[in-house]
Antibody, heavy 125, light 105 residues
Framework: QLQLQESGPGLVKPSETLSLICTVA??????????WGWIRQPPGRGLEWIGS???????YHNPSLKSRVTMSVDTSKNHFSLKLTSVTAADTAVYYC?????????????????WGQGTLVTVSS | EVVLTQSPATLSLSPGERATLSCRAS??????VAWYQQKPGQSPRLLIY???NRATGIPARFSGSGSGTDFTLTISSLEPEDFAVYYC????????FGGGTKVEI
């Protein structure tokens, strides 16, 4: 059974960098069939796609966040990571990682069929 | 950017009733819509992709339809576990989600 688990600090100071890792168990992150994605959800609000990455390092980004987002893959550890720079209170959210099918258009791939449980990241001094 | 507008925002129904949820796109997105269910404190769960294809393990009471700009998720007979928030998502343009419809008792 595929499992994804987000890990990282739950509290980040304004202007600093948010860093999260998603560890994948039960499937190889090097699978040619899938991308791996990040989605966030501010408390009490809807879902926002952040970006997706293939095991080769190929990426799709949400243009609204692209300048602050870096994603990477570590196939030896079967995990992928997210860095979001210059965070503000508006970046406070539950951050999810997910597996993404390679059904892709110019803007990205979908759907997201397996999700991690999510991790709450609060931006506050 | 394609904007997805979901309606109604809240749907108040009883178990056994039929639920019809709408997702309207600001421009044509072919069939590239997925639907997700999210219960409080849980991650979203994929229900439907490419407008009408049920994901693995999803009960037959869930069905999707539509193309172009208008899409519908139908739950034929609500079970107690179906009361949740439902989101649509598109991939025709950069990935975006609708604002959600809450199905409540």
């Amino acid at each position: 059974q595929l499992q994804l688990q987000e890990s990282g600090p739950g509290l980040v100071k304004p202007s600093e960098t948010l860093s999260l890792i998603c560890t994948v168990a039960g499937d190889s992150i090097s699978s040619t069939s899938y991308y791996w994605g990040w989605i966030r959800q501010p408390p009490g609000r809807g879902l926002e796609w952040i970006g997706s990455i293939y095991f080769t390092g190929s990426t799709y980004h949400n243009p609204s966040l692209k300048s602050r987002v870096t994603m990477s893959v570590d196939t030896s550890k079967n995990h992928f990571s997210l860095k979001l720079t210059s965070v503000t209170a508006a970046d406070t959210a539950v951050y999810y990682c997910a597996r993404v099918w390679r059904h892709c258009s110019i803007g990205g791939c979908y759907p997201f069929d397996y999700w991690g449980q999510g991790t709450l990241v609060t931006v506050s001094s | 950017e394609v904007v997805l507008t979901q309606s109604p925002a809240t749907l108040s129904l009883s178990p056994g009733e039929r639920a019809t949820l709408s997702c309207r796109a600001s421009q044509s997105i072919s069939i590239y819509v997925a639907w997700y269910q999210q219960k409080p404190g849980q991650s979203p769960r994929l229900l439907i992709y490419d407008a009408s294809n049920r994901a693995t393990g999803i009960p037959a009471r869930f069905s999707g339809s539509g193309s172009g700009t208008d899409f519908t998720l139908t739950i034929s007979s609500l079970e107690p576990e179906d009361f949740a928030v439902y989101y649509c998502q598109q991939r025709s343009d950069r990935l975006t989600f609708g604002g959600g419809t809450k199905v409540e008792i």
